[in-house]
């Protein structure tokens, strides 16, 4: 009964590291959503997938990137991570895009970039 | 642009007590309206949802509304308890894949 996944939970990176969050989710949702979460603001969408193979930018993109190589994986990855992408970050999916359609999230991964 | 607003950020209550959380939204052209616990260092669950076509939603000592014409919602909470001590978000649901989220309002119920 695992739902969504993330991993990993915690990290320290160094201004102009790369790294990888990976979201896994075992309830063959096709929709898949990263979010960043920053005090006092809410959560944004920074990208989305409504399918295996599909990625879409969200409101706040740059500075990321996805793929969604299988249904059940949604990585989204830093290039050259910055000071001000330090946030904790939630994975989350639906089954699909309609209204009925409860959100399902992970735990968080918390992002510390110095 | 929809801008959901959560009045007030913060709420402390003695046990017992029955509550009432705002939600507020700008643009009334939603597909649902979310309600969600997070505990701290946690992610979201969610608690209800209200699709656009219904008034309300009940789950146990929970209750929600949703009017669209006024772009407002209401968590309602019976006999709140020390467990219930966490942020609650509401979100709505608009054109495209967009969920717009609130701020959250952060709700202390003493023992």
């Known amino acids: 009964n695992a739902g969504v996944t993330q991993t990993p939970k915690f990290r320290v990176l160094k201004t102009g590291q790369s790294m990888t969050l990976l979201c896994a989710q075992d309830?063959?949702?096709?929709?898949m959503y990263w979010y960043r979460q920053d005090p006092g603001m809410g959560l944004r969408l920074i990208h989305y997938?409504?399918?295996?193979?599909?990625?879409a930018k969200g409101e706040v993109p740059d500075g990321y990137n996805v793929s969604r190589l299988k249904k059940q994986n949604f990585l989204l990855g830093l290039e050259s991570a910055a000071p001000s992408q330090t946030s904790v970050y939630f994975c989350?999916?639906?089954?699909?895009?309609?209204?009925?359609?409860?959100?399902?999230f992970g735990e968080g991964s918390w992002l510390t970039v110095v | 642009k929809q801008e959901v607003t959560q009045i007030p950020a913060a709420l402390s209550v003695p046990e017992g007590e029955n509550l009432v959380l705002n939600c507020s939204f700008t643009?009334?052209?939603?597909?649902?309206l979310q309600w969600f616990r997070q505990d701290p260092g946690k992610g979201l669950t969610s608690l209800l949802l209200?699709?656009?076509?219904?008034r309300e939603q009940t789950s146990g000592r929970l209750n929600a509304s949703l009017d669209k014409s006024s772009g407002r919602s209401t968590l309602y909470i019976a006999a709140s308890q020390p467990g219930d001590s966490a942020t609650y978000l509401c979100?709505?649901?608009?054109?495209?894949?967009?969920?717009?989220f609130g701020a959250g309002t952060r709700l202390f119920v003493k023992a």
């Open positions: 989350a999916s639906t089954l699909t895009g309609g209204a009925g359609n409860t959100i399902y």
């Open positions: 997938s409504v399918g295996e193979g599909t990625t």
């Open positions: 309830m063959n949702h096709e929709y």
């Open positions: 979100a709505v649901k608009t054109g495209g894949f967009k969920t717009i």
């Open positions: 209200i699709q656009s076509s219904q």
């Open positions: 643009d009334s052209a939603i597909y649902n």
